[in-house]
């Protein structure tokens, strides 16, 4: 950091930690589907060489190449997620310590004169000549390497102004997590606490439905796709079982009483594009900082705009993904379809 920048340190506060503990919720889901991913792609390449241990005609065969491309492909790929979840009990080990030593963070001040996305996942903020590189929970792998998770397609903010970043380094050569940005307009955020009506829950209810009959689609497509080659039966399977868990009704519906109101002008906007098993098709991600903190909204319509003042609610108890909203208006404009 140069001195154009000042830097000091305080200590985690109650909503760093609990900010930190949410970003490592979904973490037992992802060892878990890599975890199974592995077993299929490991499985099926033990599959095709006793194949054709047993009939070596398959690779005189006109399909021959084609099943030693797949075969070492998968086996590539079942060899990359085997180093990864070899990885990940010291990542999170590492993580635990950090949550329970109450690690200090460090606070970087400055006049912000620029902002949007790093080299490297994550964003950047620009104090000057200085850069500011910063991991954002939900987004990078917080509880494992910062320096992984998906890169945002776009990212605004209110700039020309002082700007205080709170920072929590992880370790040495990573981008550290961004906790909290604090504008001047920080203060002037509006929340309110409210109980979870009949209809937040049907809302929310036909969401993880629609998310189950998606992934059984796709498992009716995969299985048509058997017809043709008969290993794909293991990836319906395994599409069918997934979709059977995630359309579950969620802890977070039952547990959830109150949802929260926020209501503010808006600071930054990160948008992420995700896709979908279809390359073809993606779904856009909008994250919004309010009064400093960031929330998760995908909507359709119109995207809010860095100093344009918005409205939503979302759940208590929100998932490992973050708050995720119920409703969300842009003033003086209609309530978006989420």
Known sequence: MSATLQVTEEPLSDEDILLLRRSRGGRALTAVFAGLMFLLLASSVVLFVVLVIVDRSLLISGDGVVILLCTAAMGAFAVFLGRRLLKLPRAWRRFNQVLKGRMPKQIVAGHLTGFGPAESPGICYAFGEQRVNVALPFWNEVSRDTR?????????????????????????????????????????????????????????RNEELSLRKFFYVVALAVLVGSLFWSPLILLAGFLFLLGLVLGMRSPRLKRARYKHGVRGLVEEVVTYRLRTTNSNVSTLVHNYRIGGLMYRVEHFGPVAEPGQRVE????????????RALFFRIEDQPVMTL
Request: no cysteine; glycine share 4%.
């Open 312 to 323: 939503f609610e979302y759940l208590e108890g929100s998932d490992f993904l973050g708050p």
């Open 148 to 204: 992984d998770g998906f890169r945002p397609l776009a990212a605004a903010a209110l700039t020309d102004l002082p700007v205080r970043l709170h920072l929590l380094t992880l370790s040495p050569d990573t981008p550290p997590v961004l906790l909290r940005a604090e504008y001047p307009m920080s203060t002037q955020v509006w929340n309110s606490v409210e109980e979870i009506s009949d209809a937040d829950r049907e809302a929310v």
